[in-house]
């Protein structure tokens, strides 16, 4: 088995999937944890010629406010093949309209700088 690459493709009905590369024909032994707990559920099924579908539903029972990350490790090896997040609840609603305010304020310094720019040139 040679070094396992892990692609994400689709998070999907509460099912993440990813392309799992490197393994060989041999099914690799995959762990995901969030905030230190393995995950039921873990599949992996055959995509190809070395290749397999990593699919893991995400319990609901690990959602909540703010940023839940969940952590694809080789069994093996210890390696982290990846990660991914989950963002929700009002936490997300508040850095979202903080960005917004801050990309609308550059916008707005931008507009500004460009105008003066275009009236000195004319």
């Known amino acids: 088995m040679g070094k396992l690459t892990l692609t994400p493709t689709e998070l999907r009905a509460g099912i993440w999937e990813g392309i799992l590369t490197g393994a ?9 944890t969030h905030l230190n707990r393995d995950l039921p559920d873990v599949t992996l099924v055959p ?11 995400i319990p609901i029972e ?8 969940y952590v694809v490790t080789d069994a093996a090896s210890r390696a982290r093949l990846g990660h991914f997040s989950v963002i929700s609840g009002e ?4 850095d979202l309209r903080a960005e917004v305010d ?3 304020a550059e916008l707005d310094l931008l507009k500004r700088a460009f105008r003066r ?6």
Do not use: C, F, K
């Open 91 to 94: 936490a997300l609603g508040d």
């Open 102 to 104: 801050l990309l609308r």
């Open 117 to 122: 720019h275009v009236s000195e040139a004319e």
């Open 47 to 57: 995509h190809g010629s070395g290749q397999w579908l990593l699919r893991i539903p």
């Open 24 to 32: 060989g024909e041999a099914t690799p032994a995959i762990i995901v």
């Open 62 to 69: 690990t959602l909540a406010d703010g940023v839940q990350t």
